[in-house]
């Protein structure tokens, strides 16, 4: 499924022209690595930020002073179930535009109810569907990054790699 960022996206296609088709859910990126609780936490509760999560393991010597771990740089969670915008929960605001215009056509997902998502709404990918983000500096990753989802694939041909999120030069 497809995320775009004019430099940064969310597609649905893979190498040689072929396209991954599926849904996609509760959508996030970390600008760093997620620690094995956080990723359970994920797991156990779709739909919450990781950032609850302690940056570190060792407990200190009071809860006042627990560390605690940066959230996502963006997050979709696609829980509007309507309209051409998936909105990025965070404060980076990195909104995305279904298709190549905010006007409906065949290159945009669809809003799925919520039995077929793992948290709330999800979006449908056909096979040509994107998503397009405008470029931002919160997507600029240039060292450790997590990229967190639930994909639901409708098919998976053996040996093909298959793109959920992707960032051009930017």
Do not use: H
Request: glycine residues 12%; charged residues 15%.
């Amino acid at each position: 499924a497809s995320l775009y960022n004019s430099t940064s996206a969310f597609e649905n296609r893979y190498n040689g022209g072929n396209y991954f088709g599926g849904t996609l859910d509760d959508v996030r990126v970390y600008n760093r690595v997620l620690s094995p609780g956080e990723i359970t936490q994920l797991y156990n509760t779709p739909g919450n930020i990781a950032s609850n999560a302690n940056a570190t393991t060792k407990p200190s010597t009071s809860f006042a002073t627990e560390e605690k771990a940066p959230g996502p740089s963006a997050y979709w969670g696609f829980d509007e179930g309507q309209g051409q915008t998936a909105n990025d929960s965070t404060s980076n605001k990195n909104a995305g535009t279904f298709g190549a215009s905010s006007a409906s056509s065949t290159d945009d997902p669809s809003w799925q109810p919520e039995d077929q998502c793992i948290s709330g709404k999800c979006l449908s990918f056909d096979g040509g569907d994107y998503i397009n983000i405008p470029d931002s500096n919160s997507l600029d990753m240039t060292g450790d990054l997590t990229i967190e989802a639930w994909i639901n694939p409708s098919s998976m041909p053996g040996g093909v790699y298959k793109t959920i999120a992707e960032k051009g030069s930017g």
